[in-house]
């Protein structure tokens, strides 16, 4: 069993000289990032009662990244002090991700790997999954692979796209044809998840939710905020019991 989906590695593999060009490819992950980190920054500042003002304080958290690309979360949360582990299945992003971490002198362990293909005997205190879900070939068996690789009280981010015509329009039709912020065929409608189905599965695996927030993109502004409108992005914040 894997959720390793050969073709959706393929797509990312091939664009992974692109991961750090801000005006390439990736550029709406660029936009996206910093709501992104100043979430996760909020939610592990409350759950671990952390001084953000601190300098690196995220230091002696074990932090997994699953699906880390070329590191453009990976990277932000390493300067913050996180003992970070980023994983991918393409052996192009772990590479561009290896390349990019030692040109600015940055410490992180990376590895070409699936989670199900860890240790379990290596447990996480926090654990990412963004923009992951709707790519991986079993979403039961990946959650089940996360649970079993996070600490007791860990806390796990999954960020997705809501299953909705309002995503099949913003998503697909204006991110990929109309904008052309992304390559035709990122993306399938019919692999997203609604949040109901992902807490489902979620709770199955003894996650609690904690917070739940969308993630919406302003035009006028060209900014991302956080919302309580979920019908596109979204995000969720679950502990482990």
């Known amino acids: 069993m894997s959720t390793i989906n050969k073709e959706e590695i393929q797509k990312f593999s091939n664009l992974a000289e692109e991961w750090w060009d801000v005006n390439g490819k ?10 992104r980190i100043q979430y996760i920054k ?6 671990f009662n952390l001084d953000k003002s601190e300098e690196g304080f995220l230091q002696n958290l074990n932090i997994l990244d699953i699906g880390c690309g070329g590191g453009l979360i990976s990277e932000p949360l ?15 992003n772990i590479q561009v991700a290896e390349s990019h971490a030692k040109q600015n002198g940055l410490k992180i362990k990376y590895l070409n790997k699936s989670p ?26 990946y959650i089940k692979s996360c649970q079993r690789l996070l600490k007791k009280n860990g806390i796990m981010f999954t960020a997705t796209i809501n299953r909705t015509l309002t995503s099949y329009v913003k ?9 052309r912020w992304l390559p035709i065929g990122t993306h399938d ?3 997203f998840l609604r949040p109901e189905e992902l807490e489902e599965i979620l709770n199955k695996e003894k996650f609690n939710t904690k917070n739940i927030k969308g993630l919406s993109f302003n035009p006028f ?6 919302s309580e409108n979920l019908d596109v992005n979204y995000i969720i914040c679950s502990v482990k019991n």
Do not use: C
Request: no cysteine; hydrophobic share 40%; aromatic share 8%.
């Open 221 to 226: 502004l060209s900014k991302w905020k956080q």
């Open 26 to 35: 990736f550029k709406p992950l660029h936009m996206f990032n910093p709501i």
């Open 189 to 191: 409608w019919n692999k």
């Open 116 to 141: 199900e293909q860890l240790d379990e005997k290596e447990k996480f205190d926090i654990i990412l999954n963004l923009e992951i879900v709707e790519h991986v070939e079993d979403v039961n068996l």
């Open 78 to 92: 390493a300067r913050l002090g996180g003992n970070i582990t980023g994983i991918d299945a393409s052996k192009k």
């Open 171 to 179: 998503a697909i039709i204006g991110a990929e044809y109309i904008l």
């Open 42 to 47: 909020d939610k592990i500042q409350e759950h």
